[in-house]
């Protein structure tokens, strides 16, 4: 599996999205790998989307990930009970990331 480069995060946020469908993640843990695939991607666009958190470039503490360099990682709690893995999308500065949500591999 190639490793995804900051690069790859440096685009339009909705590609990004599709791009990320059937991608694995994988995390060493103690000499184990933990490997999930991700099957459902939400895109959230800050300058225009009023679902994102970051919406018309809202800065605050927990908005600040949002504008970190692409492919920045970053979970946030949702609800006091969810947590969210996002990955930062286009050119840091600009507030977009793709939510993403993943099928855990036995």
Not at 33 to 51: F, H, N, P, Q, S
Request: aromatic share 12%.
């Amino acid at each position: 599996m190639a490793r995804l480069d900051a690069a790859f995060y440096d685009r339009d946020t909705r590609l990004v999205a599709r791009e990320l469908l059937g991608k694995y993640l994988v995390r060493r843990w103690e000499g184990t790998a933990l490997v999930c695939r991700i099957t459902e991607t939400e895109a959230y666009i800050g300058r225009m989307d009023k679902a994102c958190h970051a919406y018309q470039y809202r800065r605050t503490a927990r908005t600040e990930p949002l504008f970190a360099p692409p492919g920045h990682a970053y979970v946030y709690l949702i609800y006091g009970m969810y947590h969210c893995l996002n990955l930062v999308t286009e050119p840091e500065g600009e507030p977009a990331a793709v939510l993403i949500t993943v099928d855990h591999q036995k």
